[in-house]
């Protein structure tokens, strides 16, 4: 006897989809705790008093200063800006860096899988 297609169960598409959220949510926090960690061990090394910071440092500030949320919830005080530093061109490298992180955050966060 074979099966009608009444008597087959049917399939449930929120079980895949839940993993697929879950493994989403999982991989941004893990990749949240490994910038976390990162930032806290480079803010000493990027944030010098003597230094005066440029385009470069401020592209490197601003990417990592969304970072600094899981760095500031761990409890350490992680500097987020150069106070001292060479002006504009300081500033639109952080605000580049921003966007960067954001994009390359958000993109993985909105990312959907080819099919």
Sequence with gaps: M??????????STWLPKMKH???KIATLVLFGLALGFGYGWAAS???APEQSPGFGLGLLHGALM?????TLL???????????NTG???KVGYIAGINLCGT??????FARPRT
């Design 2 to 11: 074979t099966a009608s297609a009444s008597d087959k169960a049917p399939t």
């Design 21 to 23: 959220i879950a493994l």
């Design 45 to 47: 090394r990027l944030y």
């Design 66 to 70: 969304p970072a600094a949320l899981p």
């Design 74 to 84: 761990m409890g350490k005080d992680v500097p987020i800006y150069a106070q001292k």
């Design 88 to 90: 504009r061109v300081y």
């Design 104 to 109: 390359l955050f958000f993109g993985l966060a």
